[in-house]
């Protein structure tokens, strides 16, 4: 889980530059794919998604922050050795559903 609060720290300070979704694709969509990272504009947000071995994967969204300026969700969808999807909240390490990407908890 550390990997996780770490990696969405990262993507978080690397969104708040921006103030667009266009403008954040326009200046990182070639950099996320070098490093592997698919980057998918799902209209209320932004999917980051991380490939991390052969059956697990995480899923970042990328959404506009209360500054009006992007953020990146506390959410992340992970899909871990069990092969079961979870939404985990990273900062309280507890379940919770897709549609909480858009609130603070």
């Known amino acids: 889980m550390e990997m996780v609060r770490k990696r969405q720290a990262y993507f978080s300070a690397i969104a708040e530059e921006y103030a667009s979704f266009t403008d954040f694709i ?3 969509d ?3 794919g ?3 990272i698919g980057l998918t504009d ?3 947000y932004l999917k980051l998604y991380i490939q991390l071995d ?3 994967y995480e899923e970042y969204y990328v959404v506009m ?3 009006e300026h992007l953020t990146v969700s506390e959410i992340v969808m992970r899909n871990g050795d069990c092969l079961c999807m979870d939404c985990i909240n990273v900062g309280t390490g507890k379940l919770t559903d897709k549609e909480s990407i858009f609130k603070s908890e």
Do not use: R, T, V
């Open 26 to 28: 326009k200046a990182q």
């Open 30 to 32: 070639m950099w996320l």
């Open 34 to 36: 070098i490093m592997g």
């Open 42 to 44: 799902c209209g209320q």
């Open 54 to 56: 052969f059956s697990e």
């Open 65 to 67: 922050g209360d500054n």
